[in-house]
């Protein structure tokens, strides 16, 4: 079986004309596995070749708007693309909640004209949304995916009853005895470390270089919101990952400091790295 992950979005929240949200995909055989619906999803697939018919299912990592920004547009342009199944998505608590929104109090008139006005489409297809929590397996017999609760963000000044709220997923693939481990937005945690052992390929989130946390807003962030140059490649190394793909990159002028963030991860992990872009692909 074939299976190779494309980086659709490498970037976040900020806009960033060569970025999109953070988005990745997971092909493997005939099924396209998306994780995350950031900024310009839609239109890196088509860059990828993929048929927007084809993705299905949709695994959340968390509800940050770099990650779901175009969660509509997947629901939508996936429909005019042919698709007959229900979409299927799954994250944590909360997702349902976000879908049934989008459906029924933002898009519910679009859906009803292009269902109405324009049967050639076949009429609306559904979206099938599950919350999940840590624990919980998704297996098909050809793939499974399993969720892991990651820290992004619950070591700021937030209040307890919102954290309770702020459930942030990190995914680990597996299928064919290959490990593909998505992190989600996190730094290091045990979380982390559970989807990431032993893993073919890490997809990890990496938000800056060590030069480039060089104040308080970026020391509180690299310590509690996102990882960066000074702890990937010792993740990595520690969960003995054979590929390391970096995502989640700040907005850059040029690529200088990319390549001090490659040096930087090389001195603690000594397998592949790979600086990502959007449109990445990397063998399984
Ligand atoms: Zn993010």
Redesign the pocket.
């Given at each position: 079986m074939t299976m190779r992950v494309v980086l659709l979005g490498t970037g976040?929240?900020r806009p960033d004309p060569a970025r999109g949200g953070?988005t990745t995909l997971v092909r493997c055989g005939d099924d396209n596995i998306l994780f995350d619906a950031g900024r310009g999803v839609t239109v890196r697939l088509v860059e990828a070749g993929v048929p927007l018919a084809a993705v299905n299912p949709v695994f959340i990592t968390h509800h940050?708007f770099?990650?779901i920004g175009d969660l509509y547009d997947v629901m939508l342009a996936t429909w005019m693309g042919g698709r007959k199944e229900a979409l299927k998505i799954y994250g944590p608590p909360d997702t349902k909640r976000i879908v049934d929104a989008l459906l029924t109090q933002v898009y519910d008139k679009d859906i009803g004209w292009r269902h109405m006005g324009e049967p050639a489409m076949g009429g609306w297809k559904p979206v099938a949304v599950t919350d999940i929590i840590a624990g919980d397996v998704v297996d098909t017999g050809r793939w499974k995916v399993t969720p892991h609760t990651v820290s992004h963000g619950h070591g700021l000044d937030i209040p307890p009853a919102f954290l309770h709220r702020w459930v942030c997923h990190g995914y680990r693939f597996e299928a064919d005895g290959k490990v593909i481990a998505i992190s989600g937005?996190t730094v290091d945690c045990p979380g982390l470390d559970r989807l990431a052992a032993d893993a073919d390929v890490l997809v990890q989130?990496c938000f800056l270089a060590s030069p480039e946390i060089d104040n308080e807003h970026f020391r509180r962030l690299a310590k509690h919101t996102?990882a960066c140059g000074d702890t990937v490649g010792k993740i990595a190394a520690r969960n003995r990952v054979k590929t390391l793909v970096l995502t989640?990159h700040r907005p850059r002028r040029d690529d200088a400091m990319l390549n001090v963030l490659a040096e930087e991860v090389a001195r603690d992990f000594s397998g592949r790295i790979v600086i990502g872009r959007d449109l990445t692909e990397i063998e399984v």
């Open positions: 976040g929240p953070t940050h770099d990650h937005d989130c996102l989640h």
